[in-house]
């Protein structure tokens, strides 16, 4: 699986977008970029994941580079029960495990 | 449609004891995963199971660490003689069986195991 390189923490002001920043350059063609999060000590909650498109779902929007060696979350308005720890994850679409990093601290702020 | 199910929430053990941790996948699901997240520390994937199959086990302890998913029941994590250094939440996921389309797991609430 490949590598990923997200910032350790970002602030963004309550109603306003967050954009969670993600370097997956050594991604390869088969493998998707997965966006989960953990709110305090809950298990990790499921976002938005894509291979090459730009995906929208009713919790967020992941913007792909062209290359697909880097990837965007948006938070359109953050909320400050968003506050969590965003994991950006590459893996292959079959059934395997993902492999987190330690992720963004995201904290909204109000 | 229910989501993952773990039992118990909390479980407390001593030194030596044995620790068994449920989980119950989402409705439909085939693939069951366990990871663990130790104090301050991020997931770690254990084990990937199928139902009466073990398919990755490349992150599981040696020893005193077994899973299973049988035909029936729930998919058990089996800790055995804990030790102070099992105290960790250990989180269950699961997924369907679907290919070419990302694989998507669910997780449960974790159970928070704690050794005395």
């Known amino acids: 699986d490949a590598k990923t390189t997200q910032p350790p923490s970002m602030d963004c002001a309550e109603g306003r977008a967050a954009n969670l920043p993600c370097n997956h350059s050594t991604i390869s063609g088969n493998e998707y970029v997965y966006w989960y999060r953990q709110i305090h000590s809950q298990g990790p909650q499921y976002i938005i994941h894509?291979?090459?498109n730009n995906e929208t779902n009713e919790m967020a929007s992941l913007i792909i580079t062209e290359d697909r060696k880097s990837s965007t979350l948006i938070l359109p308005h953050a909320t400050l029960r968003d506050t969590a720890v965003y994991y950006c994850i590459a893996g292959q679409g079959g059934s395997e495990k993902l492999v987190f990093g330690k992720g963004t601290k995201l904290t909204v702020n109000p | 449609n229910a989501g993952v199910m773990q039992n118990p929430r909390h479980l407390v053990r001593r030194r030596g004891q044995e620790a068994r941790l449920r989980c119950s996948p989402m409705k439909g699901h085939s693939h069951v995963y366990w990871y663990r997240q130790l104090p301050e520390e991020g997931l770690k994937f254990m084990v990937y199971l199928q139902k009466e199959n073990i398919i990755d086990e490349s992150g599981m302890p040696k020893e005193r660490f077994s899973a299973e998913f049988p035909k029936e029941g729930p998919s058990i994590l089996r800790i055995q003689q804990v030790v102070r250094g099992d105290s960790a939440a250990y989180f269950c996921?699961?997924?369907?069986?679907?290919?070419?389309?990302?694989?998507?797991?669910?997780f449960g609430a974790g159970t928070r195991l704690s050794v005395l």
């Open positions: 894509g291979l090459k």
């Open positions: 996921a699961s997924s369907p069986l679907r290919q070419g389309a990302g694989n998507i797991q669910y």
